[in-house]
């Protein structure tokens, strides 16, 4: 048993901690806190880290990945969040650069590789459909096969942010014979290419971060299909195991908890301040033990992975746990600005009224529902551990 | 024992309901919000023909002489259809309160217009520092003459864009958060050295931020009664919220229901899983539960039992209220995935709804140390 | 909206509590408190209460019930946990008196009711079998017709108090064929027959209140059967809609929630009073509150069922709601004994240590946990509960 | 960054593990219970011999100078096979005080006897009155020359019936509840004055009252050192009962587990419901939080962290240690149905001892309030 960092690695934070306060600088921080600015900051941020050659911490050295260990990307994390500096946005990054390097061609990976590491493209995912849900394998838009290109035909739902990006990665189905896994195909789609509409989702926190995107006839030259045809339910769910780490969230949800502590002192409620509410205390301590043992069962995994090792039974209830975790402090956060959690900044006036952190709070909140419906909901994260963990 | 409403009461839950399912279905609703007011107009005229607005006021004073009961029967129907009027702000808080103050021709000329349609009100309690605190009170009144100057700032002010009096809360005497030295007054909402900051809710409804500056006003109690009768108007605002609240649980339970029999996911409706079923059993079972307590509230207020008692019964169902607003509004987003994400839906503008009531006068973890404080002492 | 009492109502309330007083004496009280004196004073007890009439509250008039509305029933139940005088056993009572009474020949009712009214047999139920639980239409217990009589051979499992019955209410197969249910006759068998043994099972609080009933050429005269061969799952279910109201333990709990409150005033850690204690104060008043709700929850029962309606919706959460609450106080009361809720008074010796109910909050405890198991699982209510309530 | 054990202290586990599974199955176990001191003398030598008897102490001592990580290891086995010897009573406990008092020459022997198995020890801390509070000692100890003594009465003295010593925690001055003048003392099991009440736990163990009316006994520590002694002892002992903890919770889980795909009603293995599939992967998620919790607190004392530091990992441990074993033990019970309930199945044995590790030191919401306190002033 040893959690000790070894000189390397703490000369590693060192570096960290010094390079986090010169790029995650005053100005980019106050920049962040601007409406509007999400896309901007995130493309600046993304690429200070690859100037750096972090912007894919696990990514192997030679597609352009800076190769870390999962203790130095622990590390990382937890000091990034310590700052605020955000996560790297996850569509290009996490998600489609591995699908590229592992089962990509020469031609894609030089393509698309230096341009994801730099922020050049913005990606979006197009797995879900209208009617579908977590039932993925049921999909239906079709790429049918015409000379050099496939022509697409169909929808894709809750594409988050699909109003920023220029790429999609999307599973198609090219064949419905077999089961339905099986004539399912990886296509990189030009959101440029004609036929495409985005058609924007507003979400119960009032925001446009969600849309519906919907094909016809667009077409897509050959070139952009990953691996093999109808294999690409393969390639999305090596990516699925490769999401898993970091998905629950602990670094920000340390840098999340204690700053309801300080706004829970600064609150006061007919003369005493909140965090000396029994209740509200409570409710905080529950939450922070919580964390406290998630942090270490995330260690757990990092430890098993560290030495070449699967990452364990217990790596099934980061998802689970972390988002219970998240939402639970996002409650907090909204109980905490009492009547003025209800407030829509923006709504109807500018100004400023009653706790900053009212309207952050309620968007916080709202938007927090969805961690455990997105990515696999809950219901489905249960069955699956109950199946490949319990043996149910 | 029976908890049946009488003839009169059905009739009155009736039309309301008959309202809000020929004339206020989601679609029409979003238009009647997305006014400038916040609500319509020629909706408010209906209500005062159909008698809704005259419903807690004294017969002598032209009302319904309706109690607790009515207002529940009511509200509950309003919750059901998300009905945006400003019924609580004007008829029950303002109204409730010039009610309780005391008799005057113009108090009761001022009741016969909130009757007619013909005047709206608003009442400011809360500050930007005072959180849940009735007591906390800071906006300061000095006699002039035989009236009132108020100077101060009041936070999220029901109605107050389209009031035009408002009740006001202030200090004419005593420390920030001293129960005695507060009594209520009477301003114009056009008075001179009184400013709005006009803001939305998420549960779209248009409240404002006021600051007063030697603000002329009329006091309608004593220097000691302003905070007796705010706890009175807080009572009775939380029964009628919580009975708006019971009507957005039901429907909820009712909408995610039918949404678990008819969506299908992996080829079977998603509500013949066991582990949905048993959640949907709780969420049943918590909106039972609710509505017993609410009942129970109900009675100890219709039966005058000791106002310590009916104190204990109304936080007990404040507290559960926060709990059981949680509870159900989470499941319903839950249960429709994806689709409860969206503000397209319905779910999601009832679920802001009841966080807002949660939070009106006080959420479920304040009333219920206001329980643990009251019961435990006992 | 009315709970108030009518006169006659507040009439009969005055009624209960001055047979109380007399009935509930001290030295009936003090009995209780004795090990091993359950059997007498619930006899003794139950003769009181026939005596005045009130054995039966909810049996019709002409066999012996006293006939009370809803209402009157509700008076009694709080007026008796009030003073903390016991519910009648159940077996006789409640469960086989009706059924003889719906069911049952003339000759049947002459020679059965009375002795259930005066406590003169004390009754055990034959329902769960070894290994099928919940699922009662399984049962294999056999009887064979031979001349006057049926032959049972077979087991029943989980028969409370049988070592102090002398009659048991018995589920037996007359006929493999049909449904499940189809083939099931009810049948009242005499203990003391021949061939039958009865095998304590101790329970996780160490005590003695189950058995297993095992049958072995058990020969039962055919008069003991009720109704018709094979309908005896139809008068068993008859039973269980009786069963229904009071399940909630309401008037109880309400008692024992009571008693937790005052013991907490007294129990001190570190200067202050348990009741002082934010978290334990906090887990007070979430049940008490729930309690609250439940009692209107029950009054809202009862009232549809003094109007001759049958029991609403509502009815469907009495036992789920009413054993997580009776469940919960039992905690407290445990928690509340510290250290001295470990203790098994009479385990090694018989002096009184610490708090004089570590020992009852013990047993309690470990009792209560079969309140969510017995008489339909919450899990199988659950299931009842989505299906005919829900319509799933 | 590594969580295995070292080779060393995976062939102690093992070693444990085996003696469970070889010689002490359920039926083994409650034979040994039943024997009149609640354990068997032939396993404490056999402890003795394989070495376990001699972990926690330095290798100066002739000890295996094992730290949390070895206790654990073995605790966690124990666990599993509920093993009712005196382990933690006369070597943790005892022993751990005495090493932690003034070293002598008499302090070594009585360490070399615990080590080799020739003597008990108990630790008598709790009284009557005192409930969670260590520094709650009403117990006097008075100076009598160069020896003092003791007269009181304490509570629920684990292993007090077979120990040959007991160290007693007696107040020297001060009053009820101070944190000062805390004394903790040696007296021999048979001394003139001391009587004791031996009694049954739920969990099978032998507790013994005592009542000492001028014991003569030997002061361990300065009469200021006490309460910091026991503190580390119970922060020691919280460690090691939990690792027990957890080793009973992941035999309540893998019991249920298998009962659930075996056992059939209507049809099919109840395992096959996804309502109960859900509450499964809910207990199996618990154990596993419960395992992090329990490494985090053993590699904070392991590396040196602050004091501060280990006593908040502590306290948190305790409080999920507390929630878990409802939580799962409740789940177990249920899950098994009327089976459940009986005393032939293990089950609820496992049950009972986690309840009683659950009150031991404090119980969960005991120690959520420690946690708070030192949680939220820093």
């Known amino acids: ?392 | 024992m029976n908890f049946d409403f009488s003839e009169e009461q059905q009739m009155l839950k009736d039309s309301v309901a008959r309202f809000v399912q020929d004339e206020y279905d989601f679609e029409a609703r979003n238009k009647v919000v997305a006014n400038e007011a916040g609500f319509s107009d020629e909706n408010w005229q209906k209500f005062a023909e159909l008698g809704w607005l005259s419903i807690p006021f004294a017969e002598d004073l032209g009302g319904f002489g309706g109690g607790a009961t009515d207002t529940m029967a009511v509200m509950e129907e309003m919750g059901k259809g998300l009905v945006a009027e400003p019924f609580a702000a004007s008829v029950l808080m303002f109204g409730g309160l010039l009610q309780a103050s005391a008799q005057s021709e113009e108090r009761d000329a001022l009741i016969a217009a909130v009757i007619d349609g013909s005047l709206q009100g608003a009442v400011a309690y809360a500050e930007p520092q005072s959180r849940y605190e009735l007591k906390d009170v800071k906006c300061a009144a000095k006699v002039e003459g035989d009236t009132y100057r108020l100077s101060g700032e009041k936070s999220l002010v029901l109605n107050a864009v389209s009031a035009n009096k408002i009740i006001v809360s202030a200090r004419v005497s005593g420390d920030q958060n001293d129960e005695q030295g507060i009594a209520l007054f009477l301003i114009d909402a056009d008075a001179e050295g009184l400013s709005k900051t006009a803001l939305r809710t998420m549960d779209a409804q248009l409240v404002a931020n006021l600051k007063l500056e030697n603000v002329p006003a009329q006091a309608i109690c004593g220097a000691d009664e302003g905070l007796a009768m705010l706890q009175q108007m807080r009572q009775q605002l939380i029964v009628a919220l919580a009975a708006e609240a019971l009507g957005i649980m039901e429907k909820l339970n009712a909408t995610t229901l039918e949404y678990c029999k008819t969506r299908k996911q992996f080829g079977v409706a998603i509500g013949s899983f066991q582990a949905l079923q048993h959640r949907m059993v709780d969420t049943f079972m918590a909106a039972e539960q609710f509505k017993s307590i609410l009942y129970r509230a109900v009675c100890s207020i219709e039966q005058n039992e000791s106002a310590d008692s009916i104190e204990i019964n109304v936080a007990a169902l404040k507290a559960m209220l926060g709990k059981a607003a949680k509870h159900i509004g989470g499941e319903a987003v839950q249960l429709h995935g994806g689709m409860g994400m969206t503000d397209e839906l319905d779910v999601g503008h009832y679920v802001r709804r009841l966080l807002s009531i949660n939070a009106a006068f006080g959420d479920g973890d304040y009333h219920q140390q206001r329980f643990a404080n009251l019961s435990l002492a006992s």
Chains 1, 3 share one sequence.
């Not at chain 1, 409406?35 to 690429?47: H, L, M, N, T």
């Not at chain 1, 009653?354 to 809950?378: E, L």
């Open chain 1, 1 to 392: 048993m040893d959690i000790n960092f070894s000189e390397a690695e703490l000369a590693f934070r060192d570096e960290v901690r010094a390079f986090l306060k010169d790029a995650w600088n005053e100005e980019l921080a106050s920049q962040a806190k601007q409406p509007g600015s999400y896309k901007d900051v995130q493309v600046a941020w993304e690429r200070k880290l690859n100037s750096k050659g972090w912007a894919a911490p696990l990514w192997p050295v030679e597609h352009g990945g800076a190769g870390w260990t999962p203790t130095q990307s622990y590390i990382f994390e937890n000091e990034r969040a310590a700052v605020g500096a955000p996560d790297v946005s996850p569509f290009g990054l996490k998600m489609v650069g591995p699908v590229i390097y592992s089962f990509g061609n020469d031609a894609q990976k030089e393509r698309f590789l230096p341009r994801i590491l730099n922020a050049d493209d913005w990606w979006c995912q197009g797995y879900s459909e209208p009617g579908a849900g977590s039932d993925l394998a049921s999909l239906k838009t079709k790429a049918e096969r015409d000379g050099d290109h496939y022509v697409i035909n169909g929808a894709k739902i809750w594409t988050t942010l699909a109003q920023h990006a220029n790429w999609m990665f999307c599973l198609v189905r090219t064949s419905s014979e077999g089961k339905p896994q099986q004539g399912i195909s990886f296509i990189l789609i030009d959101m440029t290419s004609p036929g495409i509409t985005v058609r924007p989702i507003v979400t119960i926190d009032g925001e446009h971060h969600l849309n519906e995107v919907i094909f016809e006839e667009v077409r897509v030259p050959v070139e952009n299909l990953i691996g093999e045809e109808n294999k690409g339910w393969t390639y999305a769910k090596s990516l699925l195991a490769h999401e898993r780490t970091a998905i629950a969230g602990v670094a920000d949800s340390k840098r999340n908890l204690a700053e309801v502590k300080k706004l829970a002192a600064a609150e006061v409620n007919g003369g005493r301040a909140m965090i000396e509410d029994p209740i509200f205390r409570q409710r905080i301590c529950d939450i922070e033990i919580d964390l406290m043992a998630l942090e270490f069962t995330e260690l757990r995994v990092l430890a098993s992975m560290s030495k070449g090792n699967g990452p364990g039974v217990e790596s099934s209830l980061l998802k689970l746990k972390g988002t219970e975790i998240q939402q639970s402090i996002q409650e907090l956060k909204l109980d905490l600005a009492g009547y003025f959690g209800t407030v829509v900044q923006d709504g109807a006036s500018n100004e400023q009224v009653g706790h900053d952190f009212g309207d952050v709070a309620r968007r916080g909140f709202m938007m927090s529902r969805a961690a455990t419906i997105y990515g696999g909901s809950d219901e489905v994260q249960k069955n699956i551990t109950a199946k490949f963990v319990l043996g149910l």
